[in-house]
């Protein structure tokens, strides 16, 4: 069994920045896919970014050019590095990792971005 652990999350002011990683605790067990979603108030689970072995990055509309995800395939980690945060941010970031089909979730971390 795989688990994945998020630490970085916080409380920041609007146009501040925070850096979430991303550990799973099994070393050798690589993921195809990882990356981070997020869950706001009272909305839906969405996708932030996720990104391939290869390097190949997906950002969701709202984060392009302020957020950037990066990879270590050795570590197994994945990070987000959020620049230019705002209220809308705020939510709890869950990071996944995806492999033979199955998705694997962290237990999430709580932005909050004050106004």
């Known amino acids: 069994q795989v688990h994945l652990v998020e630490s970085g999350g916080g409380l920041v002011q609007a146009g501040g920045s925070l850096r979430l990683s991303c550990v799973a605790s099994?070393?050798?067990?690589?993921?195809?896919?990882m990356g981070w979603y997020r869950r706001a108030p009272g909305k839906q689970r969405e996708l932030v970014a996720d990104m391939t072995t290869g390097g190949t990055p997906n950002y969701a509309d709202s984060v392009k050019g302020r957020f950037t995800i990066s990879r270590d395939n050795v570590k197994n980690m994945v990070y987000l590095q959020m620049n230019s945060l705002k209220p809308e941010d705020t939510a709890v970031y869950y990071c996944?990792?995806?492999?033979?089909?199955?998705?694997?979730w962290g237990q999430g971390t709580q932005v909050t971005v004050s106004s």
């Open positions: 996944v990792g995806s492999r033979a089909g199955n998705d694997y």
């Open positions: 099994r070393s050798g067990f690589s993921f195809n896919i």
